[in-house]
């Protein structure tokens, strides 16, 4: 069975022969177009694994700042466990610390949907642009003061 194949038909095993190819410099027998493909999605796999935890950073910060009530231990668990996961990614592919702020651009208005839904807040009680940098929102131990949602002004 050809490798383009086994890629199909049984994934692992496919990995494990073209594996085995590459450490014994078979270059020319490696399933090249499919081994690409695979690389290329991992690192889309990462990067979207970085905006999606971003988003739920960032939502639980503006919650933090702008929802009246007290903010309960799930959030300080769910913050810290947000910024250790970024942490890990970037530590694993620091070329994607690159990317924050045009991430924080593309998950900023999802994360503010998010906090609307959770908080019952309009849209409007949030400013239109994200009021942390990016060096707060990653910094162990940062949480945002209080504020008021109607209060909320552009950053």
């Known amino acids: 069975m050809s490798l383009k194949a086994e890629y199909d038909r049984d994934f692992y095993a496919w990995i494990s022969k073209n594996v085995e190819l590459l450490r014994s410099g078979q270059l020319a027998e490696v399933?090249?177009?499919?081994?690409?493909?695979e690389l290329e999605s991992m690192g889309k796999r990462d990067l979207r694994q970085l905006r999606s935890r971003l988003q739920v950073l960032v939502m639980h910060l503006l919650k933090w700042k702008y929802q009246k009530e007290k903010p309960s231990k799930s959030w300080v668990a769910t913050i810290?466990?947000?910024?250790?996961?970024?942490?890990?990614l970037l530590?694993?592919?620091?070329?994607?610390?690159?990317?924050?702020?045009?991430?924080?651009?593309?998950?900023?208005?999802?994360?503010?949907?998010?906090?609307?839904?959770?908080?019952?807040l309009p849209e409007t009680a949030f400013p239109?642009?994200?009021?942390?940098p990016m060096a707060e929102i990653l910094a162990e131990g940062f949480f945002p003061e209080p504020g008021e949602a109607e209060e909320a002004e552009e950053a």
């Open 31 to 37: 399933d090249r177009e499919n081994i690409a493909e």
């Open 80 to 88: 810290e466990h947000q910024r250790d996961e970024i942490e890990g």
């Open 128 to 132: 239109t642009f994200c009021p942390f």
């Open 91 to 120: 530590l694993d592919s620091p070329s994607l610390r690159v990317k924050l702020d045009l991430a924080l651009d593309t998950i900023y208005p999802k994360a503010v949907r998010d906090a609307c839904r959770e908080t019952d």
